[in-house]
């Protein structure tokens, strides 16, 4: 059973720097992609960003520039640093991992429990 576990997540002001950890249970480098999730209040998840198990990383628009994911393969660990929060940032953070799981192209999904991240003034 895979467990990914959040931390790092609170309260912070305009402009400030974050960063959240995700810690597997075991090895990264069995899944195709690992990635951060966000669901804002009211509204439905949305990706952040994500990395493959070849090292491509891709963003939401509302993050680039912003925003890093990355990881430390030894610690079996995923980052999102995030940079110059604003308000629209506040959201819980989700961890996610998955692999494809038949020649079909399905994928099963692995996820964390969240973390809280409240970007105000």
């Known amino acids: 059973q895979v467990q990914l576990v959040e931390s790092g997540g609170g309260a912070v002001q305009p402009g400030d720097s974050l960063r959240l950890p995700c810690v597997a249970s075991g090895r990264i480098t069995r899944f195709d992609a690992m990635a951060w999730y966000r669901q804002p209040p009211g509204k439905e998840r949305e990706l952040v960003a994500q990395?493959?198990?070849?090292?491509?990383?891709n963003y939401a628009d509302s993050v680039k520039d912003r925003f890093t994911i990355s990881r430390d393969i030894a610690a079996n660990t995923l980052y999102l640093q995030m940079n110059r929060v604003k308000p629209e940032d506040t959201a819980v953070y989700y961890c996610n991992a998955w692999k494809v799981v038949n020649v079909e192209g399905a994928r099963f999904d692995h996820w964390g429990q969240g973390t809280q991240v409240i970007v105000s003034s």
């Open positions: 990395l493959s198990s070849g090292g491509r990383s």
